[in-house]
């Protein structure tokens, strides 16, 4: 079966295709928006929007230089947000039921001027999540889409999360994607921010991609954000979703943990292995475990009820101090595994 895995918890859902040279996977997007990541090999996705769409879409899609940060001292509360829409969700859920209800039937046999044709996007894709960054395509809700492994076929990850709005769908070059290099020493790993917020526009949909060098600790210092502080912290769901590279025949491993917050009770220690995901609806998450010998890789996808979307996090008390220590350390001479530029 072309779907092998799906996760899914209120605001967040995950599905792992893998699909033979040539097979498709078609669904439609219902209430949420999605995005088609590529972990191994090329597809075709076809994007049909429904007629009769008349809520508020993008007046401008910014475009990203491709780029690689540096960030030894992650702030804990970054500033990296989107404004909500002018209109509340409600208002807007309604006019578009209005919009849709009331628009007029064409006559039978004749075209639909209301209809746009379908979009197509050809993700060129990856051969490994170690291998470089990938394109993507942004499915809108309210929309059929097929996705059609090429010659060599492929695993492709669906995020997705409920959409107050429908945006367009769109093209996500792989050169536009900002790679980060976050952390110091053994704390050291690197980030891929396809759509973080403020790099890539969605409704609620954050996600983002985390390789770590075997031996190294990510997600650390352990942080949480199941709180809504204006400025300081912002409620997000979260999907932990890995691939661990083996050595030789040995399959990689690694692990993760999560421990009760003030506002839940998600209380995990768990070994992962590729094709493991961990959710995360509350609580201090972190450290992401790399075995030795083992590269770490995960997908995160985050979303919230809160009406801005941004990613605000909140270290854990006993454990921030860390970020002091990495003052005149080295980064891991191991990153970046790759450049969004660097050719595949």
Excluded at 255 to 263: D, G, K, L, W
Excluded at 292 to 317: C, F, K, Q, S
Aim: hydrophobic share 35%; charged share 20%.
């Amino acid at each position: 079966m072309p779907l092998t895995a799906e996760w899914a918890m209120d605001l967040t859902r995950l599905r792992i295709l893998t699909l033979s040279p040539g097979e498709a996977y078609t669904w439609s997007s219902g209430p949420d928006e999605w995005i088609v990541l590529p972990l191994t090999g090329a597809c075709e996705v076809l994007c049909e929007v429904r007629r009769g769409d008349l809520s508020q879409g993008l007046s401008e899609v910014p475009s990203v230089s491709p780029s690689v940060s540096v960030s030894p001292s992650v702030s804990v509360s970054p500033s990296v947000s989107e404004a909500p829409p002018e209109a509340p969700p409600e208002a807007l859920s309604d006019s578009l039921t209005e919009a849709v209800s009331e628009a007029p039937s064409p006559a039978a046999g004749a075209p639909d001027p209301a209809q746009p044709p379908p979009q197509r996007f050809d993700l060129r894709g990856r051969d490994s999540v170690f291998a470089g960054v990938t394109d993507f395509a942004y499915v809108p809700r309210d929309a059929g889409a097929t996705v059609t492994a090429g010659p060599t076929g492929g695993r492709f990850a669906l995020a997705g999360a409920p959409a107050r709005r429908r945006l367009p769908p769109r093209y996500g070059p792989a050169g536009a994607v900002p790679v980060e290099l976050r952390g110091r020493g053994t704390c050291s790993r690197q980030v891929n921010n396809f759509a973080a917020a403020g790099t890539f526009p969605c409704d609620r949909l954050i996600a983002v991609e985390v390789l770590t060098p075997g031996g190294n600790w990510s997600s650390y210092p352990p942080h949480k954000h199941d709180e809504h502080h204006p400025g300081e912290e912002s409620r997000l769901e979260e999907i932990y979703y890995f691939e661990i590279a083996p050595h030789g025949a040995t399959p990689g491993l690694g692990y993760q943990r999560v421990t009760p917050s003030p506002a839940g009770k998600t209380d995990i220690l768990t070994e992962v292995r590729t094709g493991d995901a961990v959710l995360i609806p509350d609580g201090w998450h972190g450290p992401s475990i790399a075995a030795p010998g083992h590269d770490m890789y995960y997908l995160n996808v985050m979303a919230g009820p809160d009406a801005t979307r941004e990613w605000l996090i909140r270290d854990h008390p006993d454990h921030g101090w860390i970020r002091d220590t990495w003052t005149g350390q080295e980064l891991d001479p191991r990153l970046p595994f790759y450049r969004a530029e660097d050719p595949q």
